[in-house]
């Protein structure tokens, strides 16, 4: 490992630790949601100052950004951080205010989700956890992303991974496959010709060749697409934490019929010189 490496991953630690600062009055984020996306988030940050070593004048759009904690750990980096989403939180409210992270709110199943956004583009966008909850047009959302990167800047994607051996099962037992089943069948999706952004309905979930294509179809190119598994939680039973945390299942979890999530970064190809 190099120095820079070295210096690399102690402001990635230094950033995680301000950010599990800001919420920590949230025993929610810090005790469940982030120990299980935890190396997914890690995954990104490497990524993502390995190729743009952070600055106020890097962009940042951070898509469905719900409570804001992945804004916060890239605005601790150093990045220019700006949020959309339709939730509402009191706490992230505060939380940008205080670091100063510019949040904008839009509904992604609107037609053109982003024609509010003031005409700027961004050198990064992070879209995760975001295209399961929208019933509008997929497709054209990531395209409608797509337009708003720089030349040669990427996208970071990490959604749900519908195609494994633990989904056929639930199958098999009469299980639903999706997240918010029963609020989807319970619930009305339109409200005054406007569909309602539901953050606690899964959609609709995608394999990884089906966001391969809607990535490739938004103009983008795809440089990295792997297989990852959720993380430990003190939620969970101590007999799932120990199977979970065995060197085969960690191994396991690396491909695809075992993996509960996907992880895509793709970048917009190089334009021609002229």
Not at 46 to 52: A, E, G, K, Q, V
Request: a positive charge.
């Amino acid at each position: 490992m190099t120095n820079g490496d070295v210096q690399q991953q102690l402001e990635i630690e230094r950033a995680i630790a301000s950010m599990l600062d800001q919420y920590r009055g949230n025993d929610w984020m810090r005790n469940e949601q982030w120990p299980l996306f935890e190396r997914h988030v890690r995954l990104m940050m490497t990524d993502f100052t390995s190729r743009f070593p952070a600055t106020s004048r890097t962009r940042i759009l951070d898509v469905g950004c719900f409570n804001g904690y992945m804004s916060v750990l890239f605005k601790q980096l150093g990045y220019q951080v700006t949020a959309t989403d339709a939730y509402d939180s009191e706490e992230r409210r505060a939380i940008f205010q205080k670091i100063e992270i510019e949040f904008i709110p839009s509904n992604m199943n609107e037609l053109d989700a982003f024609n509010h956004l003031p005409g700027e583009w961004f050198d990064i966008i992070l879209f995760t956890q975001v295209i399961e909850h929208i019933v509008n047009h997929p497709a054209g959302l990531v395209s409608s992303l797509a337009r708003r990167i720089l030349r040669r800047q990427v996208m970071g994607w990490q959604t749900r991974n519908p195609a494994t051996v633990m989904a056929a099962l639930r199958l098999l037992k009469g299980n639903s496959l999706l997240w918010g089943t029963r609020d989807f069948i319970g619930q009305p999706k339109i409200d005054g010709g406007t569909i309602i952004s539901k953050a606690d309905i899964h959609y609709r979930e995608y394999t990884s060749d089906e966001i391969y294509h809607m990535l490739t179809g938004a103009g983008l190119r795809v440089e990295k697409r792997r297989y990852l598994g959720l993380g430990n939680t003190p939620q969970q039973s101590a007999l799932k934490r120990l199977m979970k945390s065995n060197p085969l299942a960690q191994s396991l979890m690396s491909l695809r019929p075992f993996a509960s999530n996907h992880y895509f970064l793709a970048r917009k190809p190089r334009e021609p010189e002229h």
